[in-house]
């Protein structure tokens, strides 16, 4: 009961301020047909955690996760984060800030690596990242914040473990890099 009742109350509050800094909630849903393509197991990686609704529905629909692991870069929607996975149970450890220039677990391999991230933002900082080792298939331009995204999560991603992100169309039909 304090559960849904703590759902109801952070998905109205991100939802006040999505309007203002950007943020998505994901539909439950998608969270469902994500836990059900990766086959929650093991390590859990969320690099755009938002308000840890999909690490919430990894960690509590499968005994077999392990470690949990996300990172968010607002800091009023990563409280909501901490408080969202506390009041569910489920020992997560939550970084504050930004993947591309501070990434808080740059030798995580986790088995499943889930995100719906901002997608169809600038990369306005490319000069710290130039020669970064998550660039797998290449530097990205800085109109390229889709394929950085992706890189990001592929690199985060343990030999034989699974990767689910919730894309865009737009990301089939983008021109070539800039």
């Not at 998905?11 to 998505?24: D, S, V």
């Not at 969320?46 to 509590?60: D, F, K, V």
């Not at 629909?61 to 408080?83: D, H």
Request: charged letters at 15%.
């Amino acid at each position: 009961m304090v559960a849904a009742m703590t759902d109801a109350l952070l998905e109205q509050a991100a939802h006040t301020l999505g309007y203002r800094g950007g943020e998505y909630l994901t539909p439950a849903s998608i969270r469902r047909l994500m836990v059900a393509l990766t086959g929650a197991t093991g390590t859990v990686y969320n690099p755009a955690s938002g308000i840890g609704q999909l690490l919430t529905q990894m960690a509590t629909e499968s005994e077999a996760v392990g470690f949990v692991a996300g990172q968010e870069i607002n800091q009023r929607v990563w409280a909501m984060a901490k408080l969202n996975l506390a009041i569910h149970g489920v020992h997560a450890e939550i970084a504050l800030g930004d993947v591309f220039t501070a990434d808080a677990f740059p030798d995580l391999r986790a088995d499943r690596v889930v995100a719906v991230p901002p997608w169809g933002r600038k990369l306005s900082i490319l000069d710290e990242l130039h020669d970064d080792p998550r660039w797998i298939f290449g530097e990205p331009g800085p109109n390229d914040g889709n394929a950085a995204w992706i890189q990001h999560c592929l690199y985060h991603l343990a030999d034989g473990g699974r990767a689910v992100l919730v894309l865009p169309n737009s990301v089939l039909f983008e021109s070539g890099r800039s």
